[in-house]
């Protein structure tokens, strides 16, 4: 099969591209490169069934087809980014999704949406079904990027149900692994970095707010299992294994053997007290549950860091 793919030269999308590619598939990504990079796909260069075009999908596109799929997984997706170019991230939710969603409809090609756990804001339900509809503050800091998905998460609905699109939607939470930004800003990298420069690690208020974290190949899995099932509702894919800030950070100070010690600092504006998915729904469509164990992927993250991003610490 053909795909089109935005975001392509992303940390997740550039992990699907291989996926895809791997099964025999060929793809044609968009990025517009404001976060993602080249590097990530730098292996796919000679590959025959893959190339890059720098295109902003918020644009109007003119990409010749056909396609039998559309894969939108275009945003700016950590707050570092996302608040540092608010607009941009509203557009590619908004245009972006309408731009491809129509090269989609034009070619009857099935819609692949990555959205977030970020739809269920700061929840008051714990841990996060998809029937659950979040407690978000529209006006908030960080509403460019939950509003950016929600828009785009109505606008896919929107789709299927007046012109019959075929199309998914897979909600992601806490995603890590190799090339995954060491500037991206969320608490994986941020603490690796920080840890493996002997350097303190920065908890945000007591760190008693809870994270869950997935690694990327389990993550494209789940992916896969999505954009090959007729299931049009929202799919929540993360880890159920929740931990506290603080309890990570030590975690992440004792694997690494670094000397860090941890500092505080306070709790950012609408920053989430607790995040966990509720995967029951993929458990039973799907038959889709993380199996990468936290040291594996660490280990991984760790490897890729100090190959690519940090040869000083070897």
């Known amino acids: 099969m053909r795909f089109l793919m935005s975001g392509a030269a992303g940390f997740i999308g550039s992990h699907l591209c291989d996926r895809l590619i791997a099964e025999g598939h060929s793809v044609i990504g968009l990025d517009n490169l404001l976060t993602g990079t080249p590097r ?11 190339d890059l075009l720098e295109r902003d999908v918020s644009a109007p596109l003119d990409v010749p087809g056909p396609f039998d799929g559309v894969l939108h997984l275009a945003s700016p997706a950590s707050p570092k980014d ?5 607009v941009a991230t509203l557009e590619v939710g908004s245009s972006g999704t309408r731009n491809l969603l129509e090269i989609a409809l034009r ?8 959205s977030t756990s970020e739809c269920y804001g700061d929840p008051e339900v714990h841990p996060q079904p998809e029937t659950y509809w979040g ?3 529209p006006v908030g800091p960080r509403s460019c990027y939950d509003e950016s998905k929600r828009f785009a998460e109505a606008l896919t ?11 998914n939607i897979a909600r992601i939470f806490n995603t890590y692994g190799p090339r995954i930004k060491l ?23 007591d760190g008693r707010q809870t994270r869950s974290f997935c690694y990327v190949s389990d993550l494209v899995e789940g992916l896969w299992r999505v954009m090959s099932c007729e299931e049009r509702y929202p799919v929540n894919l993360g880890n159920p294994r929740e931990m506290s800030v603080l309890e990570f950070a030590e975690y992440i100070i004792r694997f690494t053997g670094s000397s860090s010690r941890i500092e505080y600092s306070p709790l950012p504006q609408d920053d989430p007290k607790q995040r966990r998915p509720d995967i029951n729904k993929a458990r039973q469509l799907l038959g889709w549950e993380p199996a990468v164990p936290l040291e594996e992927g660490l280990g991984e993250t760790v490897a890729y860091f100090k190959k690519i991003l940090l040869p000083s610490v070897r």
Do not use: C, K
């Open 40 to 50: 990530n796909v730098a292996h796919l260069e000679r590959e025959p069934r893959f």
């Open 82 to 86: 996302y608040m540092e170019h608010p």
């Open 107 to 114: 070619d009857d090609a099935r819609f692949l949406l990555t």
């Open 135 to 137: 407690h978000v503050n």
């Open 157 to 167: 609905m929107a789709y299927h149900r007046s012109y019959g699109a075929r199309t």
């Open 183 to 205: 500037d991206d800003g969320r608490i994986v990298p941020t603490f690796l970095d920080q840890a493996l420069r002997n350097a303190p690690l920065t908890v945000f208020g």
